[in-house]
């Protein structure tokens, strides 16, 4: 079994759970395990964003839009960040004795609360912070272990059925239509967990 991704928002017995599967039938796991790994990556690419917590931090740069605030790529922020740096003479300057910032680590948002902004030098990737984002598989949302187990099982239907995501079959005089899409409720859900601004 090759097994789980890293990025997996669901186990494999969860799984089963929401499809109402016997936890103990083992012989279809290779596959469910595929299927999750699928729909954890799909659900990273309709939201532009990662989920499960990285083993260390990660440096973001950022150009500077002349505001006084800056979403993370990722969140909800797991680590106050306690430095902003700025690039000064071809190395990392901190501003930590001279700025004051506020962090909302549930939306990933860093904002400045003395006046400074995030300016626009026209240098590319002129700022840079570092953090630690996400959440640990356990803790990950409710709904989203639930929309990435609906979408799981979508791609386990379209592998029972022999159609692998395909839209249409034509035999002859006769064709199958097949509906891959995804159910509203599920697009809601993934839709909530994208950056709204």
């Known amino acids: 079994m090759a097994g789980l991704n890293a990025n997996a928002l669901i186990t494999v017995a ?3 759970v929401l499809a109402v599967i016997k936890v103990s039938e083992t012989e ?3 596959n469910i395990e595929q299927f999750i790994n699928y729909a954890s990556k799909y659900i990273e690419n309709f939201t532009g964003r990662k989920f499960i917590a990285p083993a260390a931090a990660i440096d ?6 002349d505001t006084v605030l800056f979403n993370t790529k990722y969140w909800p922020l797991t ?3 306690d430095a902003i740096y700025f690039l000064s003479d071809n190395y990392w300057a901190t501003e930590l004795t001279n700025i004051n910032f506020s962090q909302n680590s549930d939306l990933g948002e860093l904002q400045f609360t ?3 902004r995030f300016a626009e030098t026209g240098i590319p990737n002129y700022w ?3 953090y630690k984002y996400g959440y640990e598989q356990k803790n990950v949302p409710d709904d989203l ?3 990435c187990a609906s979408i799981a099982a979508i791609r386990r ?3 029972n059925s022999k159609t692998h995501g395909v839209s249409s079959r034509a035999i002859g005089d006769q064709s199958t239509a097949y509906n891959a899409n995804l159910n509203s409720w599920i697009i809601d859900i993934l839709r909530d967990y994208k950056r709204r601004h």
């Open 145 to 147: 272990k639930l929309a």
């Open 79 to 81: 680590t106050d960040i």
């Open 60 to 65: 973001e740069y950022f150009d500077g839009d």
């Open 14 to 16: 969860e799984y089963k």
């Open 114 to 116: 003395d006046g400074n």
């Open 28 to 30: 279809g796991d290779a």
């Open 128 to 130: 840079k912070i570092s």
């Open 157 to 159: 239907t379209q592998y």
